[in-house]
Nanobody, 123 residues
Framework: QVQLMESGGGSVQAGGSLRLSCAAT?????MAWFRQFAGREREGVAA???????TYAEFVKGRFTISKDTAENTLYLQMNSLALEDTAMYYC????????????????????WGQGTQVTVSS
């Protein structure tokens, strides 16, 4: 059983930065960040496998960086150059196995989810 706890969300002006954290208990093979807009299904933002290779959605490349502190079993998402359209609830997700790269941003593949943290970007 894996438990995930996100933190670091909040309000920021457009162009600003936030760093999300996800503390995990238990062993994980793949971890990821998803976000969800009201009335829409969750979309993959970034993922990282146990081997350390990141995968990013096209809309965040160059702006967001995913990383993992293996010793602390904590996942991070550094978000820079935030835009109004980044406003969403952000979720941490985990799978016990190392997922193939093409599957890492598919929310249906993930078993464990955190409660989410809200990110609001204002003008």
């Amino acid at each position: 059983q894996v438990q995930l706890m996100e933190s670091g969300g909040g309000s920021v002006q457009a162009g600003g930065s936030l760093r999300l954290s996800c503390a995990a208990t238990g062993s994980t093979g793949t971890m990821a960040w998803f976000r969800q807009f009201a009335g829409r299904e969750r979309e993959g933002v970034a993922a990282i496998g146990r081997e350390g290779s990141p995968t990013y959605a096209e809309f965040v490349k160059g702006r967001f960086t995913i990383s993992k502190d293996t010793a602390e079993n904590t996942l991070y998402l550094q978000m820079n150059s935030l835009a109004l359209e980044d406003t969403a609830m952000y979720y941490c997700a985990a799978h016990p196995s190392v997922l193939w790269y093409s599957l890492r941003l598919q929310f249906l593949k993930y078993i464990y989810w955190g409660q989410g943290t809200q990110v609001t970007v204002s003008s």
